[in-house]
């Protein structure tokens, strides 16, 4: 998704084949974060309390991209692309300190 990173808000609505794969892809990444932290989070909850906002925030947007609740305004899924992506090299490192502990 780092392709992303950079991209304007119009240029990123201008391609329809490449803000579609984006959009997959940010549901992959979320529900991959939402399934490991339902796993691990209860006996390392604090490892995920920073993170816990975050996940909260790209939990909406994965809904909003499963259930089509985008209606042409996809400013919440750019907007985190561009501010938020280093999101899940932090999700990334937190989870590799759980498997370390285990």
Do not use: P, W
Request: proline letters at 0%; one cysteine or more.
């Amino acid at each position: 998704m780092e392709k992303y990173v950079g991209l304007t808000y119009k240029k990123f609505l201008a391609d329809y084949k490449e803000r579609e794969l984006a959009l997959r892809h940010m549901q992959v990444a979320i529900s991959c974060c939402l399934d490991i932290a339902s796993r691990i989070a209860k006996k390392y909850r604090h490892m995920f309390e920073d993170l816990a906002d975050k996940l909260e925030e790209a939990k909406e947007i994965r809904t909003h991209i499963i259930f089509y609740y985008l209606d042409e305004d996809y400013s919440d899924v750019h907007k985190f692309i561009q501010k938020d992506l280093g999101y899940f090299d932090d999700y990334y490192q937190t989870v590799n300190e759980y498997l370390e502990e285990e």
